[in-house]
């Protein structure tokens, strides 16, 4: 095998020449001749001294990378040679903090107040003033507060005060079935269908004898709710109510009876789901009071 030199004779060590004149054509054996051992006989272009000196060298280079590639290996320090092409190594994405999820927090729900108005006349639209009355009609619901004694004996002859006159104006002389069997208790409430308009009987509580106003009050609660919870589910627009238990049933609590009533019917509505008093807060609320001096009463009670 033979190469072509081009040029003067370069020393494996990069630091000196041979400057003599080397032939055009050098075959390989020559080259290597030129790195010979010493007991080889000198070639024409080299003595002794020289191929000594490119032993050595030729040595050395042997040592160095050997070491280098030993110290390659076994550090990660040193980068390992490779002749290969090789895929970059990704470099891993450092890792996302995520931010907590900042979240509006809901509007709460508004809650409708109680509305309702107090009326110089009574639920049948007559009383001493005539002032914006008029008889109920269809889309109006009136209360009635009876006497349970009444509803369970199905029958509404001798019953007095409003719901008496009720009955005569609206021609009831006997409880639909319906509320016989709706009302077996006291402050309990249902809506019966006349001919004229509709009506919410509830079985009024007898104050007579209970010993505190609380306990007076907590019944008048229950009786509203109960009338608002009907009033709710009903297709009425309007309610007129009057004075649960402010007749015969007051006892002892008559005169106390403004103040009752106010505090009772908004307890009454406080209990209500949020889904009624939506219903109520589109409807027509009245309390109806007959007489004048007893108008008075109520309207100074509810400022």
């Not at 033979?2 to 004779?9: A, E, I, K, V």
């Not at 630091?15 to 051992?37: E, H, L, N």
């Not at 009609?137 to 369970?152: E, H, N, V």
């Not at 009506?199 to 505190?212: G, M, Q, S």
Request: hydrophobic share 35%; net charge neutral; proline share 9%.
């Amino acid at each position: 095998m033979s190469y072509t030199h081009g040029g003067p004779y370069i020393c494996p060590c990069f630091s000196c020449f041979d400057r003599r004149s080397v032939p055009i054509t050098t075959t390989t054996s020559a080259w290597i001749a030129d790195f010979a051992p010493l007991s080889n006989p000198p070639t024409p272009r080299s003595n002794q001294a020289q191929n000594s000196h490119h032993w050595k060298v030729l040595v050395t280079l042997v040592v160095v990378i050997g070491v280098g590639v030993l110290a390659s290996s076994a550090s990660p320090a040193f980068p390992k040679l490779c002749c290969s092409p090789t895929s970059p190594t990704p470099t891993p994405a450092p890792d996302l903090v995520q931010e907590p999820l900042q979240r509006t927090p809901a509007k709460a729900e508004s809650t409708p107040t109680f509305a309702f108005e107090v009326k110089p006349y009574g639920v049948l639209g007559t009383g001493q003033s005539s002032v914006g009355s008029h008889p109920p009609g269809m889309g109006t619901a009136i209360l009635d507060p009876a006497g349970l004694q009444f509803i369970r004996g199905g029958s509404t002859n001798g019953a007095g005060g409003a719901s008496g006159a009720i009955y005569k104006a609206l021609d009831i002389q006997e409880f639909p079935q319906k509320v016989q069997e709706s009302i077996t208790a006291e402050t309990q409430a249902t809506r019966a269908q006349y001919q004229t308009c509709d009506v919410i009987h509830v079985a009024a509580p007898d104050l007579t004898d209970v010993p505190n106003q609380a306990d007076a009050l907590n019944k008048l609660t229950l009786a509203y709710w109960h009338v608002f919870q009907v009033f709710a589910v009903s297709p009425d627009s309007e309610l007129r109510l009057l004075p649960i238990s402010g007749g015969i049933f007051s006892g002892r609590y008559a005169s106390d009876m403004p103040s009752l009533t106010r505090q009772a019917m908004k307890s009454g509505y406080s209990r209500l789901s949020v889904e009624e008093k939506h219903e109520l807060a589109s409807r027509r609320i009245e309390l109806c009071i007959w007489g004048t001096e007893e108008f008075q009463s109520y309207v100074h009670s509810m400022v």
